[in-house]
């Protein structure tokens, strides 16, 4: 039977340390029972889950993941996982916020959250060879997590960005040459970082573009060159990503989930659903793999 989605903000897990509405270490099994893992998760924040060991899996969105020894994991704000282990985990979770990875600017666009981020694998599996590098990288930064002194907050943000910049080289998904510094690379960030915001309200081009003070063909055309898809497209692959999230992980019905992105017509919502899947919501609920 389907859950409803518990929202997880960082001041909910840990209410001491100074850096608790933006940045937090646990031991992952500390964090499982802190929280309720039979129910799926939302986080207002990232999270990169660093097993040392274990057996298990986890749904993220609506893929199937297993767990297991030396995998990391990591989690965008906003995205749906449910963990199901075997065993006791051993490890560690990351969590921050935006505006703390952002807290030291390096003048390095690359390593923007919007930017690094934005190209982060959803997980690695760590080789035996780097593996005593990436835990020193993050045992450094436990190390001055529970240390707090002058200019801690400053060395964990620059240590958490070295350790992000190790984790996308893992997994080889990007060089320097593949993510562009320009203004259009910029706008296009800008671009999806609106849709993110405004997805339920707006699904055409137009009210971004004037929020981005273009016309909607100059951003439709930026937006194809940049990601190669259609400003719309990429407007709907986020109303149909949280429609999928919501069908797969909460108990609303159809004509709510409807409602809850902003249409105000059930069969509207139906048939823009079907144009990207091929089938219905009630369909795709039912054959997903999260029963």
């Known amino acids: 039977m389907k859950q409803d989605i518990k929202t997880l903000q960082l001041n909910h897990l840990e209410k001491v340390h100074a850096l608790k509405n933006e940045m937090q ?22 999270a990169v889950f ?13 893929q199937m993941y297993e767990v297991r020894k030396d995998r ?3 989690l965008n704000y ?6 199901s ?3 006791e985990p051993e490890g560690f979770v990351l969590l921050f916020t935006k505006s ?6 390096t003048g390095n666009k690359l390593i923007r959250s919007d930017t690094a981020l934005a190209t982060m694998p959803q997980t690695i599996d760590i080789k035996a060879s780097f593996r005593n590098e990436y835990w020193q ?10 240390n707090t002194r002058l200019f801690s907050k400053e060395i964990i943000c620059m240590q958490l960005k070295i350790f ?16 562009a510094t320009d203004h259009k690379k910029e706008t296009a960030e800008k671009f999806a970082e609106l849709v993110n915001q405004h997805y339920k309200q707006f699904k055409t081009t137009a009210p971004y573009a004037e929020m981005l003070n273009l016309t909607p063909n100059y951003l439709n055309t930026l937006i194809k060159d940049q990601m190669a898809l259609s400003a719309g497209r990429l407007i709907k692959n986020r109303v149909i990503l949280e429609a999928e999230r919501l069908l797969l992980h909460s108990t609303l019905s159809v004509t709510e989930i409807s409602y809850e992105l902003g249409f105000t017509d059930n069969s509207h919502f139906g048939k823009y659903f079907k144009s990207v899947n091929h089938m219905s919501p009630k369909l795709y609920r039912n054959q997903s793999i999260v029963g």
């Not at 660093?50 to 609506?62: P, Q």
């Not at 906003?78 to 963990?83: E, K, L, R, S």
């Not at 703390?100 to 600017?105: E, H, T």
């Not at 992000?164 to 993510?179: G, M, P, Q």
């Open 78 to 83: 906003n995205q749906v996982y449910q963990f």
């Open 85 to 87: 282990p075997l065993s």
């Open 50 to 62: 660093l097993f040392k060991d274990a057996t298990g899996s986890v749904v993220i969105d609506d």
């Open 164 to 179: 992000i910049l190790r984790f996308i080289r893992a997994a080889k998904t990007t060089n320097r040459r593949s993510i």
């Open 25 to 46: 270490i646990l031991p992952i099994a500390k964090l499982f029972e802190k929280i309720d893992i039979q129910n799926p998760l939302r986080n207002r924040f990232y």
């Open 100 to 105: 703390f990875y952002n807290y030291v600017y």
């Open 72 to 74: 990391f994991f990591f």
């Open 137 to 146: 990288n993050f045992e450094a930064i436990r190390r001055e997590f529970h």
